[in-house]
């Protein structure tokens, strides 16, 4: 039997579903805690490594990536079957991130190939999706931390390359890890389980 | 005044509910669905097979981890009915205040 519904009652449904749906989204803190601790290790880890002499020393930071994205990409597809939704938020995220990475791993391969320290322009890259990320999912420190990005990515471009990766880790720490915390806190008050 | 001209396939609780979910997410489960909407498999099946037949959404059936699977989108047709449907209840609702 199909019930009957008035127009208000009607309009109090969709706006009851619109919100609920809006309520579905993924929870993103994962990936800030995961690359943020990644990478933070990895910049102090390359930094010791130099100064121990290490000739290999960089290779600590295809490592993380590899770990990182294998990681990502397990609780990523684990998350979108439990959630069973995906949402236009969750797309737009999924394509500014994957755009991100591609463009991240190019720049690199530029820098690399130029002689320069991938470092400070791997930190102004950061800066941009993190600070849309926060701009989409209303979370003001998210956005802070992608201000930060810019702010250290600039400083480092005048920062002694030996001291480089630990300016790195220092901004992963403040743009990624802080704000990731946080997230944390805040979408778990959010949605209790 | 009377209700009728409001679209019939979408003037029904359970199918205006599914509408307005799917309206707003890009695609959803079987599950989902049936987690925010709090009904019945059955009842459900059978308003996604009328929503399905009027070509206001589309049904992928798939195995996910060895179990079936079924993800709705919204079509084009879908958001026009769903547009039209509220321009409808709110033009109603401006006539009654």
């Known amino acids: 039997m199909e019930t009957e519904l008035t127009p208000s009652q009607s309009l109090q449904l969709i706006q009851d579903m619109v919100q609920q749906a809006k309520q579905s989204f993924q929870k993103s803190n994962f990936y800030f805690l995961l690359w943020g601790v990644l990478f933070a290790l990895a910049g102090v880890v390359d930094h010791l490594l130099q100064r121990a002499g290490v000739q290999m020393h960089w290779v600590i930071w295809p490592a993380m990536g590899v770990i990182g994205g294998l990681v990502s990409g397990i609780h990523g597809a684990r998350e979108g079957k439990r959630q069973g939704v995906m949402t236009w938020m969750d797309r737009v995220q999924m394509w500014l991130w994957g755009s991100y990475t591609i463009t991240l791993v190019l720049l690199i391969v530029a820098a690399v190939s130029w002689g320069r320290d991938p470092n400070p322009f791997v930190l102004l890259l950061t800066g941009l999706p993190t600070f849309v990320t926060g701009a989409l999912i209303r979370f003001r420190p998210l956005m802070f931390g992608g201000v930060l990005f810019w702010m250290i990515g600039l400083l480092s471009l005048f920062v002694l390359r030996e001291y480089s990766s630990l300016v790195f880790a220092f901004a992963l720490v403040a743009g990624y890890l802080i704000p990731g915390i946080l997230l944390k806190q805040h979408e778990d008050g959010l949605r209790p389980a | ?97």
């Open chain 2, 1 to 97: 005044m009377a209700f009728a001209p409001l679209d019939p396939i979408l003037h029904n609780q359970l199918r205006l509910a599914v509408m307005s979910l799917l309206v707003s997410v890009e695609r959803a489960d079987f599950n989902w669905l049936l987690e925010k909407t709090g009904a019945t498999r059955g009842n459900l099946s059978v308003q996604l097979s009328k929503l399905k037949d009027a070509g206001y959404i589309k049904v992928k059936k798939s195995f996910k981890d060895n179990y079936p699977n079924t993800a709705c989108t919204i079509t084009t047709k879908g958001v026009d009915a769903f547009e039209g449907y509220v321009k409808g209840i709110r033009t109603y609702l401006d006539q009654e205040l």
